[in-house]
């Protein structure tokens, strides 16, 4: 079993839709929890982190850690053309140079 | 957050050939790392670039193939040597700020 696990998809939805995205994990170590977007051709961008269990709200960005279940997810509100990237989920255990685990990234299309 | 830049952002090189990839940041950082990421895949880490000493380097990746440099807080180089076709990937550098990482934009390398 990967210690990540996050469906590729690809993801297609129309304008204005609410996105779920998620990754499950398997190491109850991880206390770190990020989410990163990546536009084609680019690098990937830290979007919000949280730390241990509960939720985080940035704008039309959510993100909810349930360490009990050790499942993520994203939530993006009113989605937007522009939000149309691959989000990739990471975590890491709590010592500041333990390395980050990627998950394998979901293609996200938000369609006008 | 920091700065990061790459240089070059891409290039096409022939096969056993080497290529040397800069990174640099605007501001000093005590963790920097490497990352390959290929064809819509996820990423990979190659190495951990530790100023004043060796590289340490993930299970798969060997100095001989892949010597870093991290000469002071700002800035490495990562040389892809004897590339061979398999090469062909986006490779990334990223610095850590204790929580998440930062990623530089990144260069797209074509071996043929």
């Known amino acids: 079993q990967k210690e990540v696990e996050q469906d590729p998809g690809p993801l297609s939805v129309p304008e204005g839709a609410i996105v779920s995205l998620n990754c499950t994990y398997s190491?109850?170590?991880?206390?770190?929890f990020m989410w990163y977007r990546q536009y084609s051709r680019k690098g990937p961008e830290l979007l919000m982190y949280?730390?241990?269990?509960g939720n985080k709200e940035d704008g039309r960005f959510t993100a909810q850690v349930d360490k009990s279940s050790k499942y993520i997810s994203l939530f993006i509100r009113d989605s937007q053309p522009s939000d149309s990237a691959t989000y990739l989920c990471a975590m890491r255990t709590q010592g500041g140079s333990e390395k980050l685990v990627f998950g394998k990234g979901m293609k996200l299309t938000v369609n006008p | 957050s920091a700065v990061i830049s790459q240089k070059p952002s891409r290039d096409i090189c022939q096969r056993g050939t080497s290529l040397t990839i800069q990174c640099q940041v605007d501001?000093?950082?005590?963790?920097m790392f490497w990352y390959r990421q290929q064809p819509g895949q996820s990423l990979t880490l190659i190495a951990t670039?530790?100023?004043?000493?060796?590289?340490?380097?993930e299970s798969g990746f060997v100095i001989d193939k892949f010597p870093i440099s991290r000469p002071n807080l700002t800035f490495s180089t990562l040389t892809v040597s004897n590339m061979s076709p398999e090469d062909s990937s986006i490779y990334l550098c990223?610095?850590?700020?204790?929580?998440?990482?930062?990623f530089g934009p990144g260069t797209r390398l074509t071996v043929t």
């Open positions: 990223s610095v850590g700020d204790g929580v998440a990482e930062h």
């Open positions: 501001s000093q950082v005590t963790m």
């Open positions: 949280t730390y241990s269990s």
């Open positions: 190491n109850s170590a991880f206390q770190y």
């Open positions: 670039a530790n100023q004043g000493s060796e590289a340490t380097y």
